[in-house]
């Protein structure tokens, strides 16, 4: 599975922003799609999850209200919309495939990693 993730950019405060991710590849609808970010000097930390099947999404505290996951099916896509965006959520930002249904928080039981998109919100 090869996940191509874009849309990342510079952003003022309060402003909006939406990313994509294509997965390409033996996909399967069983598998979980996820957000995850990572800002300097930080780990990478869980953003987002959606159950490709059933649509069930996940979502961090720090994002909550603020980032909807969704995703089209027919084109292998999953979308990261962020609004009301905070110095704070400036990060790398990476989708990833995992083919388990547990531990959906965890990014060490994600399989697969797209290459990562810079979110940069500015003050």
């Known amino acids: 599975v090869q996940l191509q993730a874009s849309g990342g950019g510079l952003v003022q405060v309060g402003g909006s922003l939406r990313l994509s991710c294509v997965a390409s590849?033996?996909?399967?609808?069983?598998?979980?799609m996820g957000w995850f970010r990572q800002a300097p000097g930080k780990v990478r930390e869980f953003v987002t999850a959606?159950?490709?099947?059933?649509?069930?999404?996940y979502y961090a505290d720090s994002v909550k209200g603020r980032f909807t996951i969704s995703s089209d099916n027919a084109k292998n896509t999953v979308y990261l919309q962020m609004n009301s965006l905070k110095p704070e959520d400036t990060a790398v930002y990476y989708c990833?495939?995992?083919?388990?249904?547990?531990?959906?928080?965890?990014?060490?039981?994600?399989?697969?990693w797209g290459q990562g998109t810079l979110v940069t919100v500015s003050s």
């Open positions: 959606i159950r490709w099947s059933s649509g069930t999404t």
């Open positions: 590849g033996r996909t399967s609808s069983d598998y979980v």
């Open positions: 990833a495939a995992k083919s388990t249904g547990w531990d959906i928080y965890r990014r060490d039981t994600y399989d697969y």
